[in-house]
C-alpha cells in the first residue's frame, strides 16, 4: 500500500507567492518528515512533526498535520527561485522500526 | 554538525559485477537504513538494520542484496551480481530513535 501521497505531483508558481503542498497516508504514524531534493541530489530534512502536533512552523515553512484525516500539507510563504527542488512528505509508521516511508514527491518550479 | 557519509559519490560497474556501496552513520545513532531512487522516481526503503542485524526489508532487497556493519562504523551494502534495473541512487541513512533520519548524499550506481 502506498503511505504518503503527495499532491499537486508538480507545482508551478511566480516568485513571492505561497506554495502549499499537500500529503495523504494511510496507516497511523509516529511523526510525519518533510525532505526537499534538489534534482540529481541528495535529500534535506526541513521538518518533522509528530503525531501529538499540529502545526510546526521553520522559517517560511509551516506544516499542519491532520491525524483524523490521516493528511498534512506543506506551506512555503514568500517563495524563492531556490526553492525550486522536489518536496517529499514522509511518515514513520505507528508500529515500530522507524523506518521512513516516502511518498512520490511534489515537484515545485519557482519562476523568477 | 554531524552528517551521514557515503562512498562513492558515482559508481560505474558492467553487468554482473559485485558494487559494495558505503556509509558512515552518525556515531550515536541507533537505526541505520538503505534506501534507493531509480532516476525520476520516489525514495524506496531497502531495509533497516538495528543491534547488528536485519530488522525489517522490502520485496527489493532480495538475494543479490546484503547489509553488513563490518567494524562498528561503516554500514555497508553489498549488490552481488548487478542488474542494469540496479542503476539508481542509493542512500544511507541513520536515526538514534523517533527522530528525523539523517541521509547520506547518496551513491549514484550505474549498471552498464
Known amino acids: 500500500s502506498q503511505q504518503g501521497e503527495e499532491d499537486p505531483q508538480a507545482l508551478s508558481i511566480q516568485e513571492g507567492e505561497n506554495a502549499t503542498m499537500n500529503c495523504s497516508y494511510k496507516t497511523s504514524i509516529n511523526n510525519l518528515q518533510w525532505y526537499r531534493q534538489n534534482s540529481g541530489r541528495g535529500l534535506v530534512h526541513l521538518i518533522l512533526i509528530r503525531s501529538n502536533e499540529r502545526e510546526k512552523h521553520s522559517g517560511r515553512l509551516r506544516v499542519t498535520l491532520d491525524t483524523s484525516k490521516k493528511s498534512s500539507s506543506l506551506l512555503i510563504t514568500a517563495s524563492r527561485a531556490a526553492d525550486t527542488a522536489s518536496y517529499f512528505c514522509?511518515?514513520?509508521?505507528?508500529?515500530?522500526?522507524?523506518?521512513?516511508?516516502f511518498g512520490a514527491g511534489t515537484r515545485l518550479f519557482v519562476k523568477a | 554538525e554531524p552528517e551521514v557519509t557515503q562512498t562513492p559519490s558515482h559508481q560505474v560497474t558492467q553487468m554482473g559485477q559485485e558494487v559494495i556501496l558505503r556509509c558512515v552513520p552518525i556515531s550515536n545513532h541507533l537505526y541505520f537504513y538503505w534506501y534507493r531512487q531509480i532516476l525520476g522516481q520516489k525514495v524506496e526503503f531497502l531495509v533497516s538494520f538495528y543491534n547488528n542485524e536485519i530488522s525489517e526489508k522490502s520485496e527489493i532487497f532480495d538475494d543479490q542484496f546484503s547489509v553488513e556493519r563490518p567494524d562498528g562504523s561503516n554500514f555497508t551494502l553489498k549488490i552481488r551480481s548487478t542488474k542494469l534495473e540496479d542503476s539508481a541512487m542509493y542512500f544511507c541513512a541513520s536515526i538514534k530513535m523517533n527522530t528525523e533520519a539523517f541521509f547520506g548524499q547518496g551513491t549514484r550506481l550505474t549498471v552498464v
Open positions: 514522509a511518515t514513520v509508521p505507528g508500529t515500530g522500526g522507524f523506518k521512513t516511508i
